[in-house]
């Protein structure tokens, strides 16, 4: 992960103020820093969203494919995870430099998705056995200010949200062989509900408090982190431990009352803001990247 | 309480010229033709190409009488004799330390150019080159100045003065070291409680006020203890200010900072960095800044 590097000094005086609630930049110890979200960034793509959170900038692409169901789920239709760390990022990600890191992003996401009631599977499902909806979710990084699984889900949940599958009929011949119509309406396409979607919240373990929405300064501060998905109810679908430090029991315990507090007020927010995009349909002023 | 705000990007406007002063500024980009007279003299950021003079960098052109500069807006610290800079220690080598100050190299602290303790002043011996590490580490901040500049553009530091030193508790903002107005003097204790370094390199270090004014120190010896509430305040404030100042394009001085701060006052502290109150408490910093002039 991209980091920077402090003096002992700075990394005392960003402690000693979490202990008494003041980040360096005024917010509190639950306090997120202000979000962009726009989604339909990407025009060859089902659906895409971008998230600037702070100095971390994201942006998410979705794309519906055909595919064979899995055998063990016949009747279903799966995710695809794939994360790129850019160069553009930090000039750590340079060539492989961020595989590993993009590997593990990809894996976290394939854990906080594997619950059964995160997203309905069975409506991507065309033909059990046979044909199904994959979703390729493309997320690439463009710039690393700190929280970037945080800002990773925010952008995948709006992409999810603004993914817009194409509606197939299936039609069948004397001989039994089956042929997919697609719809000639390019508008006519099945949307998906995200509202059990989870977003992750990552603690950040700073002295003796943590905090919500670390920048590079704070996680250079923490030895240990709790990533938490949590959904728009306050249901947790997966947990986990970052970082070389230990963490106590009770304080997990305090870690995910408070990602469960703050993950609900986060996917308020963020539906709002999604309705809001959603409400001003065609008449929108895309801003994109050159705005 | 968690506060979590999420927006919808808003496209950027474009700002009008503020007041021009002294005519309007002639902006060229890579590549752009400055002028097809030959009689003129390139500076920076320009190049001779069959008979014109082309811009090599962004930025503003600056003629003084037959030179021909350009003035880039975003760049690596050029360092001129006498700046004032803040820096990080990269490395600990042989009798000299490297010292990261957003320019193209890392510039120099030689072990002769460094303070001892209780000022003393001796040759450096053996032991000194030993227990360079107890004075400076990797990652500590020092305050210092230009000395000179190497031929390869490096620039070596010297801290030969008792307001130069390691830096202890504070928050430091990087900035372009084009918005950083050249002054008599970088070092500034604000009214408002805190004090600020605005080093040329556009790293600004924000640390609270020392009571004591007694210099022996001479900026050995970091305070640990905890920094009270009210001073952290006007410390995140100023921060936040600053970080408002250079988002909106206006020139990093004592008296812009302070202005800005003064109109965040009504504002809570983590709201400044919201677009809209950015904008507001902007303008009303220029605003102030023109009545001062005029």
């Known amino acids: 992960m991209a980091s920077v590097v402090l003096s002992e000094a700075e990394k005392l005086y960003i402690v000693h103020g979490i202990q008494e609630d003041l980040r360096v930049d005024g917010r509190g110890c639950e306090d997120y820093r202000c979000a962009e979200v726009e989604t339909d960034v990407v025009s060859n793509t089902s659906g895409s969203a971008r998230v600037k959170l702070g100095h971390t900038d994201i942006l998410v692409g979705v794309k519906a494919e055909m595919g064979t169901p899995k055998l063990e789920k016949p009747d279903e239709g799966y995710l695809e995870f794939f994360v790129d760390c850019s160069a553009n990022a930090t000039p750590e990600f340079e060539g492989r430099g961020g595989e590993e890191l993009g590997t593990e992003i990809a894996n976290t996401f394939y854990r906080v998705f594997s619950s059964e009631s995160s997203i309905d599977l069975k409506s991507l499902c065309i033909n059990p056995r046979e044909h199904c909806w994959v979703l390729y979710v493309d997320v690439l990084l463009l710039e690393c200010g700190g929280n970037l699984f945080d800002a990773i889900s925010i952008a995948v949940k709006a992409a999810l949200f603004n993914t817009r599958i194409p509606k197939v009929r299936v039609l069948e011949d004397e001989e039994g062989s089956k042929e997919i119509e697609l719809s000639d309406d390019p508008y006519d396409c099945i949307r998906l509900n995200v509202d059990d979607v989870p977003c992750i919240v990552t603690l950040s373990k700073i002295g003796y408090r943590h905090v919500v929405d670390a920048t590079l300064q704070e996680e250079a501060c923490s030895l240990a982190s709790l990533l938490i998905s949590v959904t728009s109810k306050g249901a947790l679908t997966s947990m986990k431990k970052m970082g070389k430090g230990s963490l106590d029991p009770e304080s997990i315990f305090e870690m995910m009352e408070t990602g469960r507090r703050v993950g609900k007020s986060l996917h308020i927010a963020l539906q709002k803001i999604l309705d809001e995009e959603e409400s001003l349909g065609t008449s929108r002023q895309k801003v994109g990247f050159l705005g | ?294």
Not at chain 2, 5 to 13: D, E, S
Not at chain 2, 179 to 184: A, G, I, L, P
Not at chain 2, 242 to 250: D, F, G, H, R
């Open chain 2, 1 to 294: 309480m968690a506060a979590i705000t999420m927006r919808l990007p808003v496209a950027r406007k474009a700002m009008g010229p503020s007041a021009p002063r002294g005519g309007e500024k002639h902006l060229v980009a890579p590549g752009d033709t400055i002028t097809t007279d030959t009689g003129y003299m390139r500076g920076h950021g320009t190049y001779v190409d069959e008979e014109k003079l082309i811009a090599s960098v962004a930025g503003a052109v600056e003629r003084v009488n037959k030179l021909v500069c350009v003035k880039a807006l975003k760049t690596r610290y050029n360092g001129e004799v006498g700046d004032i800079v803040v820096g990080r220690i990269t490395e600990v080598q042989q009798k000299r330390w490297k010292v990261e100050t957003n320019s193209r190299l890392d510039s120099v602290l030689l072990l002769s150019s460094m303070n001892l303790p209780g000022g003393e002043l001796r040759r450096r011996s053996a032991e000194d080159e030993l227990a360079m590490r107890d004075y400076l580490q990797e990652a500590d901040l020092i305050s210092a100045e230009v000395q000179s500049v190497f031929s390869d553009g490096a620039l070596s530091l010297h801290t030969r003065s008792l307001k130069y030193g390691k830096l202890g508790q504070g928050v430091l903002v990087q900035v372009s070291p084009s918005f950083v107005k050249r002054q008599k003097t970088h070092f500034h204790d604000l009214p408002c409680g805190a004090s600020v370094i605005l080093g040329n390199n556009g790293f600004i270090w924000i640390y609270p006020t020392p009571e004591q004014k007694d210099e022996e120190a001479g900026g050995f010896t970091t305070s640990l203890e905890p920094v009270p509430l009210s001073d952290r305040e006007v410390i995140s404030r100023l921060r936040n200010c600053i970080v408002a100042l250079v988002t909106q394009k206006l020139m990093l001085f004592d008296t812009s900072i302070l202005y800005c701060y003064e109109a965040s006052l009504p504002h809570q502290i983590k709201d400044i960095l919201k677009p809209e109150v950015m904008e507001e408490i902007v303008l009303e910093t220029r605003q102030r800044l023109l009545d001062l002039e005029g």
